[in-house]
């Protein structure tokens, strides 16, 4: 790509975005909703690790993605670190994760002292490649009493988190069925993926536990926040209860029958929580909105295609992806770009090049290297598609 075709591509996004500089990648949407009731929230002095908003979040949240319990955590990553203490992930097993997904999908595998074992992601969905893995189980795994072995580490393989990366649903049907054949915990990293639904289920319904995230950047936020959604009883009473230091009911005594975590969300984030999940509708339809003018503005250019995930798939579109033919381009473009105040930003580096991930044990992953070489997230917030 020459300097030309860079400042083309810039100009584009210039005609298509709003004047103000910089543009962020994504930001929250706040206004009045938000100032009534957290404010509401403040006058009624219960702002800490119970209260009516997050009871009436979690209900309004599991309603939403249609799946029975919602517990409300301090973020994504200790929603996800709570599924993976309850799926039983222990020392020294193996637990299968994509390559291609920001760090907090792999650190409360890190947690429990259990290896994360990198896979290829698929260019369609960007999720779990899905034959890749089951040539894979086939190549290195055997079942001994049960349990799905790594025959080359001896250890064993646990689980299977899946991640909806950017918001696409990743191929869940063919993904279940390999987890189940090879009878490994399925576990859904659904942090990106908040209105994102396949075959008319939610993202997060397909395995027994699932986490969501509303970080800062997220398609809804309280500030700090995440959940785990189950559609299991047991399960969720679990979630509750090791979420919240592990302490049984009592009217003052102390009891905590194990090591439990601080993870319960602040009824002042919930209160936050409860006013974007009001917005969510009208956020999912204007990212909608920009995801089309996005792929309208780069239909005529060869060098600068936007990434169309499945049309079959109801996905958030979270953030648009933009794929380049190499890497000197994307760096070029990102160079030229924040320049100007457009605070594009290349997808996260792929776990095998972080230096507590490197020697991780993991199949071929040469489309993860390819799409991390190539992609540019483009600003996405929903404010800008007006
Ligand atoms: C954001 C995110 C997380 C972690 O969520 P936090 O709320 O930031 O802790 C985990 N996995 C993925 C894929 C994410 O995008």
Known sequence: MSNVECDEIINRLTSMLPAER??????????????????????????STAGAYVDRFEKELAHFCGIEHAIATVNGTSALHTCIVLAGVKANDEVLVPALTFVGTLNPIAYQQAIPHLLDCEKSTLGIDPEKLDQHLQRIAEIKNGTCIN?????????????????????????????????????????????????????????????????????ISSGGGGAVLTKNSELAAQARH????????????????????????????????????????????????????????????????????????????????????????????????????LLLRPLWNPMQQLPMYAQCPSDDLSTTQQLWETGICLPSSPGLAA
Request: proline share 5%; aromatic share 8%.
């Open 22 to 47: 910089p543009i962020a990648l994504h930001e929250p949407t706040l206004g009045q909703l938000e100032e009534n009731f957290t404010k509401d929230c403040l006058r009624s002095g219960w702002i």
């Open 151 to 219: 025959r080359q580490t001896g250890r064993t393989i646990r689980a299977l988190v899946v991640v909806h990366i950017l918001g696409i649903p990743a191929n869940m049907p063919a993904l279940a069925r390999i987890a189940e054949q090879w009878n490994l915990i399925l576990i859904e990293d659904a942090a990106e993926s908040l209105g994102s639904f396949r075959d008319q289920r939610h993202t997060g319904d397909w395995a027994q536990l699932s986490a969501l995230s509303f970080n800062g950047n997220k398609i």
């Open 242 to 341: 090791i979420s919240t230091t592990a302490k049984q009911p009592h009217s003052w005594d102390f009891i905590h029958d194990k090591v439990g975590y601080n993870y319960r969300l602040p009824n002042l984030n919930a209160a936050l929580a409860c006013a974007q999940l009001q917005r969510l509708p009208e956020h999912l339809s204007n990212k909608r909105k920009l995801y089309r003018k996005y792929r309208e503005t780069f239909s005529d250019i060869e060098t600068a295609k936007i990434h169309q995930p499945p049309e079959a798939l109801q996905c958030n579109h979270w953030l648009n992806l933009l794929l380049l033919s190499d890497k000197n381009n994307r760096d070029l473009l990102l160079q030229e770009a924040h320049a100007q105040g």
